[in-house]
């Protein structure tokens, strides 16, 4: 079968609050997030596995907010000391140690403007290589919110949104099969519908059970 060209084109990633699908594995970090009224000292680390939806809820949380959301390299270019609004922060053990100090300066001037603040990240705090102590005491003292690993029903959602994602539609039958014979875990989600999607265009077929039992089979007789 002649074999389409692949062109690299961006994936769309919706992060919009009806895209986010709720599930026994997320339903308390969800709550916990549309109550940060109820924070202790206001700020929360909101902690999961790579692709459990960290980044598409603090989206979520900073439109409902009106919060500043930002990434680990922003910290050394924004002037912190005039945010007057609450802020959640992507990817925060990420954080490199040149920017410790302007991450401990955040904190502080969010806190004394009586504004919330959040952070995403794929461990609690206190696996953080964090070399500034008044920041490592800081971090280690929030509170924390947990997204689980998925359970067949979120896991099906996020295979969904993710083929979604990449506009490709998808048969009900190849997302059953791939809940019931994939490892559960939505960094596999993520690198076998890349995997799927990118067979899919190169053969020019559907994304359907068959196309989905290949590329898990493939995948699994090269071994970890």
């Given at each position: 079968m002649a074999q389409q060209l692949i062109l690299d084109l961006p994936v769309r990633n919706s992060l919009d609050r009806g895209d986010f699908f709720v599930s026994y594995a997320n339903q308390l970090a969800l709550a916990r997030l549309e109550e940060p009224t109820t924070w202790p000292n206001r700020k929360m680390v909101?902690?999961?596995?790579?692709?459990?939806?960290?980044?598409h809820l603090a989206h979520v949380w900073?439109?409902?907010?009106?919060?500043?959301?930002?990434?680990?390299?922003?910290?050394?270019?924004?002037?912190?000391g005039s945010i007057?609004?609450?802020?959640?922060?992507?990817?925060?053990?990420?954080?490199?140690?040149?920017?410790?100090?302007?991450?401990l300066h955040l904190?502080?001037?969010?806190?004394?403007?009586?504004?919330c603040l959040l952070l995403t990240a794929r461990r609690a705090p206190r696996?953080?290589?964090?070399?500034l102590p008044d920041l490592?005491?800081?971090?280690e003292a929030t509170d924390i919110v947990r997204i689980d690993a998925p359970d067949e029903a979120l896991l099906s959602a996020v295979l969904?949104?993710?083929f979604a994602d990449r506009q490709n539609a998808v048969t009900p039958?190849?997302?059953n099969w791939l809940t019931r014979h994939m490892d559960r875990s939505f960094a596999e989600a993520q690198r076998i519908v890349a995997e799927i999607d990118a067979r899919a265009l190169a053969e020019r077929r559907k994304v359907t059970r068959d196309l989905a039992a290949e590329v898990l089979d493939k995948h699994r007789d090269k071994g970890p």
């Open positions: 909101l902690v999961g596995p790579e692709g459990a939806g960290k980044t900073a439109e409902q907010e009106r919060a500043r959301l930002i990434q680990p390299p922003d910290l050394e270019r924004l002037d912190i007057e609004e609450s802020v959640a922060l992507d990817d925060a053990d990420s954080v490199k140690s040149g920017a410790e100090s302007a991450l904190h502080n001037q969010v806190a004394a403007s009586g504004h696996y953080w290589k964090v070399g490592r005491s800081r971090m969904m949104k993710l039958s190849a997302i």
